[in-house]
């Protein structure tokens, strides 16, 4: 019952953040709608890297040793704090850099607050193994997205800046709303920060590269071609990740407390996971595929028919990704999580250097990189698995 709650609570959170993504595209012009998809790639990867690790790092070491929570909470607020403050500066000077008006910008750039907000409850609920508090912590953010946008653009003229203070607006009041569910704790036992921080360093990459590997595609679009393209892949993506909730939810949420306690009579227990995981990815890859076409042009409209040519090659993508989960959660040891890191760097690499390669076939050039990418890291990261299980 507890995984079933889960994934309904995950695919009510996808569904919240892909219909605010809907209410954008179809209330904003193209170019704005790009705009606000090229803020959320820098604010997402930056917000990964600041959030991931702590989180990552806690919620292993609490698995591992019980009684220490109360002390490795209060290290990972404080880590949590610095992380996040750092992450906003600089998504503000990049959005500011990129062209982006200041206020605009300081308004943007608080998606770094939500999520690392969002995901601190989630992760105390993983701990609590409450499915209650992780359900509030995955459907805040997108939820009050949805009900401040519309709000704000039923009574103002829908624009970019109207978009952006209505996303300002409901980044602080998840702040609030998650600030007001997070665990208070006594006094700290005698943990040092840094050596936390420290220790957390190989998990933040390792989220930030999974977050990295969708979004940065979106910002170079921009780049190259304008913000309008960044709204195109944004679009893709969004319908990509909705799919990609579900193995996370069950692997990286549901099983992970599991994945970090397996002993070596149950190692094959992710092989078997990830064929499952992979022959349910393809069900859905072959449908989203071949109605790619007709699933944007219902949702978004006819004029982002440039992501439903990426859609219909990327959407093939998809089994790799869910081969892949199981195996990932299962590398997240302190021994193995170092070269899962560097098997997602080069996945990103190869991702990007296709994208830039393969860049005059247009959309469908777009979605082989990202097909490849993944094939890539699936691959990799079943064999880094068979070699951790010999070991």
């Known amino acids: 019952m507890k995984a079933i709650q889960l994934l309904i609570s995950s695919f009510g959170a996808a569904g919240a953040t892909f219909l605010l993504q809907v209410i954008l595209s179809r209330t904003l012009d193209a170019a704005s709608f790009g705009l606000i998809s090229f803020s959320n790639a820098i604010t997402i990867t930056l917000g990964a890297l ?35 403050l750092g992450a906003y500066v600089i998504s503000m000077a990049l959005l500011y850099g990129a062209g982006i008006d200041l206020l605009q910008s300081v308004l943007l750039a608080t998606g770094v607050v939500a999520l690392s907000s969002q995901a601190i409850v989630v992760t105390q609920g993983q701990l609590k193994s409450s ?40 980044n602080i009041l998840c702040l609030v709303l998650c600030a007001a569910l997070i665990t208070r704790h006594g006094k700290a036992a005698g943990l040092k920060i840094r050596v936390f921080f420290k220790d957390s360093i190989k998990y933040s990459l390792n989220g ?18 304008g913000s309008t393209y960044s709204g195109y892949l944004a679009i893709c993506n969004t319908l990509l990740t909705a799919l990609y909730i579900a193995p996370n939810t069950v692997f990286n949420t549901y099983l992970i407390k599991k994945y970090h306690a397996l002993s070596n009579a149950e190692k094959s227990i992710p092989i078997k996971h990830s064929l499952y995981s992979f022959a349910v990815g393809a069900v859905f890859a072959t449908g989203l595929s071949f109605y790619s076409r007709e699933l944007i042009h219902l949702l978004f409209g006819g004029e982002y028919d440039y992501a439903a040519q990426v859609l219909q090659i990327a959407a093939l993508s998809i089994p790799f990704r869910f081969f892949a989960t199981p195996f990932g959660a299962a590398l997240l040891s302190e021994e193995w999580v170092s070269k899962k890191i560097l098997v997602a760097s080069v996945g990103m690499a190869l991702q990007v250097g296709l994208f830039v390669l393969l860049m005059q076939f247009e959309a469908k050039g777009i979605g082989a990189s990202i097909v490849a990418s993944e094939f890539f890291i699936a691959v990799s990261y079943y064999i880094l698995y068979r070699k951790s299980v010999s070991v």
């Open 131 to 170: 499915p209650l508090r992780i359900s509030f912590g995955q459907v805040v953010v997108p939820l009050s997205r949805i009900l401040l946008v519309a709000a704000i653009f039923y009574s103002l003229v829908p624009s970019f800046t109207t978009a952006a203070a209505a996303l300002g607006a409901a």
């Open 208 to 225: 930030a590269l999974n977050i990295a590997q969708l979004q940065i595609p979106i910002s170079l679009l921009g780049v190259i071609y």
């Open 50 to 84: 600041a959030f991931s690790g702590i989180n990552s790092l806690l919620l292993r070491r609490v698995s591992r040793s019980p009684s220490e929570y109360t002390g490795y909470m209060q290290i990972a607020y404080v880590c949590l704090l610095i992380n996040t």
